[in-house]
């Protein structure tokens, strides 16, 4: 089986895929959050940093962009080629209200012939794109017609998250209508959405046996072991899981009190990344309780020293 890691925006940033990959591995495939025009043409430079190459050395990544346009299209294939990429994600995926406003994430998803106006205007072989998206903004009908669309293409494959854009990540997953839209797609379908486990790729595998591909992107956040217990590669017991989480944080603690200006920065990136790192110990809501308390180092170390202190769970 091939993963994907999911990009996701302020999580998934290029320090966290390089020590993911540093000390876990057994991923194929990652995927960069999405680079994005701003107002005024701009990129903002926190966007440039996860797609330059020093950021993302020894990492098989796929640059991802989003754009309702052919200008922005070509620009930002124009800008990864440039840095020596040979394959590129659109999001059509982002459920995000101010991105959907400006037809972009999964907001460009019921203009199918504007999508098709983007496509014509390719200037580059389109086997090298892929597409993340949804089953619509509000309802699943979009897919439908978007994939009449877009099997006139051939593309590297298409990566749908089974939700609608105003679920967001609330409610089921609807696998009745993947499934449908598996059968219509000429191009490749990769699934996303849900493996927060074992026994949820499992579920997946019973049902759709044929998969070669899976993107998981919260599921790693929660348990970094994930991958490896798929892949059949788990091989450390809970001592050395522990240690490799506590290296894994003293990693990411150093490079946000070398990267942020001040206290208060680099306790709200560390807070952030505890968000899921949490859920590796028991009883992880009293945990993150204490994190989310700390108002200086001191504070948030006390909190640290407590988490690794009990046992972990994943």
């Not at 994907?4 to 995927?31: C, H, M, T, V």
């Not at 059968?183 to 026994?199: A, R, V």
């Not at 949490?278 to 309780?289: A, N, P, T």
């Amino acid at each position: 089986m091939k993963i994907a890691f999911a990009p996701i925006q302020g999580y998934s940033f290029w320090k966290y895929r390089e020590l993911y990959n540093k000390y876990i591995g057994d991923i194929d495939e990652y995927y960069s959050p999405f680079i994005v025009k701003q107002k005024d043409g701009s990129i903002k430079s926190s966007h440039l940093n996860e797609i330059e190459q020093e950021n993302n050395l020894d990492l098989n990544l796929v640059p991802q962009f989003a754009c309702a346009n052919s200008e922005d299209f070509n620009f930002f294939i124009n800008l990864l080629q440039g840095k020596s990429y040979d394959k590129f994600n659109w999001n059509m995926g982002c459920p995000f209200p101010m991105l959907v406003k400006r037809s972009m994430g999964c907001g460009i998803m019921s203009k199918p012939e504007l999508i098709k106006e983007i496509l014509d205007s390719a200037e580059f072989d389109t086997t090298k794109l892929s597409i993340k998206m949804r089953l619509g903004f509000d309802n699943n009908i979009d897919i439908y017609k978007l994939l009449d669309v877009l099997n006139n293409y051939k593309l590297n494959e298409i990566i749908i998250h089974p939700r609608t854009g105003k679920q967001a990540y609330k409610g089921e997953v609807d696998l009745d209508s993947f499934e449908k839209a598996k059968s219509i797609s000429e191009n490749k379908i990769i699934y996303n959405g849900d493996i927060n486990s074992l026994e949820d790729y499992e579920y997946l595998m019973d049902r759709f046996p044929d998969f070669g591909k899976i993107m998981i992107g919260r599921g790693i956040l929660k348990d970094i072991f994930l991958c490896s217990k798929i892949k059949g590669s788990e091989q450390l017991n809970q001592s050395q899981k522990k240690e490799l989480l506590h290296n894994f944080h003293a990693e990411m603690l150093d490079f946000a009190i070398n990267t942020y200006c001040g206290d208060k920065q680099i306790m709200l990136k560390m807070i952030s990344f505890w968000e899921y790192f949490s859920e590796h110990f028991d009883d992880q809501r009293k945990i993150f309780k204490l994190i989310k308390k700390s108002v200086n180092p001191q504070k948030y170390l006390t909190a640290v020293n407590n988490a690794f202190s009990r046992d972990i769970i994943c």
